[in-house]
Structures are given as C-alpha cells and as structure tokens.
C-alpha cells in the first residue's frame, strides 16, 4: 500500500561495525568490510542498515562514547568510505540508518574538555554539574547503569559531573537550547549526506531531571522529541527508532503515534527485562516463561494495534543470542532459531535482524573474564568480587547474558577467524564457526539463512502480515505461541512450538482451516484439525483466503 511509509514492510538489519568484516587485517571490523558485504546483505533482502556508532571516539564504550559526531573514527575508515557505503548501499535498495548517541558525549568531547576548565566556560551548562552535598558526598544517588555512582567529581573544579553510563561518557544537559541547538545541526549534516534515518540511543534519558532523581522520560522529553521532529528530519522520508528500556504501551504512543510529529517507533524491552531476576538483573537470568514472554508480546501487539508502530527484536549489540536465550542451540539449533524468527517475523511491527542472527550464531561460551571486553561487563564482575561473590557465579551469568555474546565477530567462513579477519581480532571468534557461517548458509536451502530470506520476503509480499489485526489463542498454554492475523478476509494463522519435546494441540474451531502454507520449519503444514501434533520447535504460517 503506497500510502504506508517504507518502513512498515521492510526488514532492518544491524551492523555493530566492530565486529562486523575487517577488511584490513587490524582485527577490528570497518566500513570497507561493510561495502564488501552488501551483496550478502541484498540477497537476504533487508531493506536498511541500522549502523552501530562509526563516529570518532576513544572507544571505551566501543564508539557509544563520541567525541567527534562529524568524524568517522579511523579504525572504521574515512568519510569518503562512508559516502560510499551509502550509495553503494542504495544501489541496492539498502539505507544506512545511523546511531544518534546524544545523552551523552565522550569525556575527550571538545564540548566537555572545554566546560571542565572553568565554572563559568561557554560550554560549561552543557552538561550537568552539581556542588556536593552539604557532607561534601554524591548530589545524591542515582546510580551509574555501568555500576558505581552515577557523579564522578572533578577536581578542578569541585563539582561533580553526572554519568548515567562510564564515567567517561558524560551526560548532555538537554534544557540547554544552545546544545540542542548543534545537535540538530549536526543531524541535518548527515540527514544532507542521504542516510535513511536514526536510532536514537536511550532516547527516553534526554531531558532527565536529576535533582528530581528522574532519569527516564522526563516532563520535557516529547517537547524535545517534538522540536527534534521539526528542526532536522520531520519533512523526510526517514525512519526514527528510539531506544527506550523504560517505555510502556502508553508512553510508546507518545513517542509513535501517527499525529504525534515525534519518532517511528521505539525499541522497548518489557519482552527482555521481563526474564531478569528481581535482585541480580541480567546477571542471574531466569529460564524462559513462554507464557510470562507470550503475555509481553501480546499486550504490546493490542497496545499498538491502531496507532503508534512497534519494532520486533529478539536481539541486538546488547542482548545474548536469540538462539541461545530463546530457543535451543545444543540440541535444536537450526528448528528453534527458525522457529524464532517465524514467530517474530509474522507479528505486527518492522522486524529488525542482529547481524549474525540469520544464520543461528550462538553465545560466546567463554571461560574466564580475560575473554570478556565489554565495560559494563568488566565493571560489573569488579564489583561482583568486590561485594564477596563468587567469580564462578559472575562468569555463569555473563555467559548468558553478557553483551559480548552479541559482540563476537561475524562468523563468513569455515576459514581461520570464520573470514572475520586475517589479523588478530579484537575479541575471540567462536570455535563454531566451523559449522555455523554465512558461506555453508547461504550455499544450504534449508539454512537459517534461507528462512530469514523467506519471511523477509514474505512481508514485501503480504499485506496481511503488515497491517492484519493480531490475535493470539492458547495464552496459558507453557509450550506453545498461537497467534493469527487478519486482514479482510485473509486470515494468516502462525503456529509455533518452544518445546524440545513432541506436544499435541487442541485447536479452538475458528483455526481448523486450510490454506498456503507460507513457511515451515519441517514439512509444510496446510491444514488445521481439531488436533495437531508439533514436532519440537515446529512452526509453521498457513494463509487463508
Ligand atoms: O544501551 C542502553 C543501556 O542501558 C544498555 O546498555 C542496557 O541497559 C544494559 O546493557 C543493560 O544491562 C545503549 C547502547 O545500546 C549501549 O550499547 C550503550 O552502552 C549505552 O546505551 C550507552 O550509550
Ligand atoms: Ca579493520
């Protein structure tokens, strides 16, 4: 439908470049290696690229801490090599949707080497600065996500600075209109450079007010959202995407909705947060609750059913791996990670595919923290020793749900390093990329990779997997994720299975049908009977009509 924009119906794919193709043997991933890869990308059939950060930076939150927004760090390349990705991109009918990392700049910012010389520097108010408090302690304690206390003190000054992150990624203070000011003037210099849009890094922490102690969505945010909108990319046909973990079904109206002049949609993560442990978080993750995960879904589903957009995800840059989180990659490897994407692609909302993701790469596996590279992950095992636990422990829930699961580098070939490099990578590859790599995929019909090909495929295809009304069936059900979409009178019914086991289901009337067996992780399925019995992660779409 020409009236819907672009982004309803296609897929985007999300490169953190690090660790993405290193074309120059420095085993650090770049934007060439990127340009060598489209043809793959193409074949997928993605439509747009969200880049991970490519700006100059000191890379102490791997490129999350810029400290130049209109220079591309040299370990990725040069601008000219940016350019280039972007039309060799859109020779292929691929956009380069770019991170906006505008909570926070690096600490090497000229902005904040100049605001810490003096209380009264031009640029001192553009970041957040607080006497101590009357003890001479912390402003107050708001902690950092990093771990620690979320002020670090600067002696030459006597102020504290806030950080929401690393203490070397201080935070913007958006209630100064000087500041926003060259922020959008530095978006409409890539907006002129024809990229396809931005994801907003945690977007929903602009405008916090933290002698308020709000950190997340605070008063000013969509008055802030709303000038961001008419100031830089409000007349283009661009995709927006803000990351927002504190978003709820009612604020993701707010920041989606078709008359709100703000955002696209936003990443929410209730589906992610929902499986941490109460005390430890990410740390101690629980074991998956299909129907804790089904209930996040689908209320997220009906949340956004006539207005505002959802994105789809099952990872990215700071998740584990869908395969490993979700499905099963000891045992059922290939059936799960199809049966993962088949449940996700089917749903209302634009999917978004984590490199690697489309040919079932799993967590790291690694052994010992030296592995490890991520800051949060290293801060956080300091300070897990620190309080007297044990490393054993630390390592057990880093290999779930440490960042770096996401961060391995790109697995191409069987070849040493899996072709990710001919060098010596800035973080181990996995031992498995013997059997999992995008060459043995993309030569295998029946691959991964030729699934998430499929279903990509089939949202350009079907308007009824784009704009059908979502309903789900056998919520309670501890095995099972049965969910139809209709559109007219098409009626799509997507079946999937999260067991390692065979399980026999009873189906309510208004699902025995037949039909076009759309995808399928067996056998294609085309008709449903009062009984239907699953092999272990069998999944399967069947259209009617
Ligand atoms: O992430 C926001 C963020 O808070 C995540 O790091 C997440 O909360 C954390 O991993 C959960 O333990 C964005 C970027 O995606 C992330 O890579 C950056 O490190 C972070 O912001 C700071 O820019
Ligand atoms: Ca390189």
């Known amino acids: 439908d020409p009236s819907e924009p672009w982004w309803k119906s296609t897929t985007i794919y999300q490169i953190y470049p690090r660790s993405f193709a290193d074309s120059n043997g420095d085993g650090i991933g770049d934007i060439p290696g990127i340009i060598g890869k489209l043809d793959?990308?193409?074949?997928?059939?993605?439509?747009?690229?969200?880049?991970?950060?490519?700006?100059?930076?000191?890379?102490?939150?791997?490129?999350?801490?810029?400290?130049?927004?209109?220079?591309?760090?040299?370990?990725?390349?040069?601008?000219?090599?940016?350019?280039?990705?972007?039309?060799?991109?859109?020779?292929?009918?691929?956009?380069?949707?770019?991170?906006?990392?505008?909570?926070?700049?690096?600490?090497?910012?000229r902005w904040f080497t100049e605001a810490r010389k003096s209380r009264d520097n031009p640029y001192r108010d553009y970041y957040i600065w607080r006497d101590p408090a009357p003890d001479g302690g912390l402003p107050n304690a708001i902690p950092s996500v990093f771990g620690g206390p979320a002020w670090r003190f600067d002696d030459a000054t006597g102020q504290y600075y806030f950080h929401q992150f690393s203490r070397r990624q201080p935070d913007l203070n958006w209630a100064n209109p000087r500041l926003r000011a060259e922020i959008y003037a530095m978006m409409n210099w890539w907006l002129e450079r024809g990229i396809a849009g931005f994801r907003m890094d945690v977007i929903d922490l602009i405008g916090k007010e933290v002698d308020k102690g709000i950190t997340a969505e605070g008063p000013h945010l969509h008055d802030y959202l709303k000038e961001m909108h008419r100031e830089t990319f409000g007349g283009r046909d661009v995709l927006t995407v803000g990351e927002?973990?504190?978003?709820?079904?009612?604020?993701?109206?707010?920041?989606?909705?078709?008359?709100?002049?703000?955002?696209?949609?936003?990443?929410?993560?209730?589906?992610?947060?929902?499986?941490?442990d109460e005390d430890h978080g990410k740390w101690k993750p629980k074991p998956l609750d299909l129907v804790a995960l089904k209930g996040v879904l689908g209320k997220w589903q009906l949340a956004l059913a006539e207005d505002g957009w959802n994105s789809l995800f099952w990872g990215n840059h700071d998740l584990p791996r869908a395969v490993s989180r979700y499905g099963d990659a000891a045992d059922y490897?290939?059936?799960?990670?199809?049966?993962?994407?088949?449940?996700?692609?089917?749903?209302?909302?634009?999917?978004?595919?984590?490199?690697?993701?489309?040919?079932?790469?799993?967590?790291?596996?690694?052994?010992?923290?030296?592995?490890?590279?991520?800051?949060?992950?290293?801060?956080?095992?300091?300070?897990?020793?620190?309080?007297?636990?044990s490393p054993e422990d630390f390592i057990a829930g880093a290999n779930q749900n440490s960042r770096d699961n996401a961060r391995t580098p790109?697995?191409?070939?069987?070849?040493?390093?899996?072709?990710?490099?001919?060098?010596?990578?800035?973080?181990?590859?996995?031992?498995?990329?013997?059997?999992?790599?995008?060459?043995?995929?993309?030569?295998?019909?029946?691959?991964?990779?030729?699934?998430?090909?499929?279903?990509?495929?089939?949202?350009?295809?079907?308007?009824?997997?784009?704009?059908?009304?979502?309903?789900?069936?056998?919520?309670?059900h501890p095995d099972v994720f049965v969910y139809t979409r209709t559109l007219g009178d098409e009626r799509l019914v997507v079946v999937a299975s999260f067991a390692d086991h065979q399980v026999s289901l009873t189906l309510p009337d208004e699902l025995r049908l037949s039909g076009a067996c759309l995808i399928s992780n067996y056998q294609p399925v085309s008709s449903l009977g009062e009984t239907v019995s699953l092999r272990p992660y069998e999944a399967f779409a069947i259209l009617k009509g």
Request: glycine letters at 8%; aromatic letters at 10%.
């Open 333 to 389: 490897h290939v059936a799960s990670a199809k049966m993962l994407a088949t449940v996700l692609h089917l749903l209302k909302g634009t999917p978004y595919v984590y490199q690697g993701e489309e040919i079932g790469m799993t967590n790291a596996g690694f052994e010992s923290i030296e592995e490890y590279r991520d800051i949060e992950t290293l801060n956080m095992h300091r300070l897990h020793l620190e309080a007297g636990r």
């Open 410 to 476: 790109m697995q191409w070939s069987e070849a040493p390093n899996g072709g990710f490099t001919e060098g010596v990578p800035w973080i181990a590859v996995n031992a498995n990329h013997r059997q999992i790599n995008a060459r043995t995929a993309v030569a295998d019909e029946q691959s991964i990779f030729h699934h998430y090909r499929t279903l990509i495929g089939l949202r350009k295809r079907h308007g009824v997997i784009v704009d059908g009304v979502f309903r789900s069936y056998l919520d309670q």
């Open 40 to 109: 793959y990308l193409q074949t997928l059939g993605i439509g747009a690229i969200w880049l991970s950060p490519i700006f100059a930076s000191p890379m102490d939150d791997n490129g999350y801490d810029i400290s130049d927004y209109q220079a591309v760090a040299p370990e990725f390349g040069t601008i000219e090599d940016f350019d280039r990705l972007v039309s060799e991109a859109k020779a292929r009918g691929i956009g380069i949707i770019l991170d906006l990392v505008v909570n926070h700049t690096s600490d090497e910012h």
């Open 244 to 276: 927002a973990w504190s978003a709820t079904p009612g604020s993701a109206l707010l920041y989606s909705g078709r008359d709100r002049e703000e955002l696209s949609m936003v990443f929410q993560f209730e589906h992610v947060t929902q499986g941490w």
